[in-house]
Nanobody, 124 residues
């Protein structure tokens, strides 16, 4: 069982930056691909970024490509999402998720473990 706890959300002005953290416990993350998803009010949960268990092959949604960076440190059992040039449309609850697979997925159902989410609000 993997427990995930996100932190780092908050209120930021458009153009600003935030760094989200996802700390894992219960199991080491070495065998898990990790992803970030977000859900805005009234919208479905959507894929943001994912990274393979080795730390390679980062993959991003087109909407965040070039602005967000996903990274991980398996020794620290932590995954990060660096978000730069934030826009009001980035406002959402951001979730960290783990998938016990080698391949990274963009589909939420492929992730078996989820954090509770952290709110990110970008003001215009």
């Amino acid at each position: 069982q993997v427990q995930l706890v996100e932190s780092g959300g908050g209120l930021v002005q458009a153009g600003g930056s935030l760094r989200l953290s996802c700390a894992a416990s219960g199991r080491t993350l070495n065998n898990y691909a990790m992803g970030w998803f977000r859900q805005a009010p009234g919208k479905e949960r959507e894929f943001v970024a994912a990274i393979a268990k080795s730390g390679g092959s980062p993959y991003y949604a087109d909407s965040v490509k070039g602005r967000f960076t996903i990274s991980r440190d398996n020794a620290k059992n932590t995954v990060w999402l660096q978000m730069n040039s934030l826009k009001p449309e980035d406002t959402a609850v951001y979730y960290c998720a783990a998938s016990h697979t080698t391949v990274i997925y963009t589909t939420a159902k492929m992730y078996g473990y989820w954090g509770q989410g952290t709110q990110v609000t970008v003001s215009s």
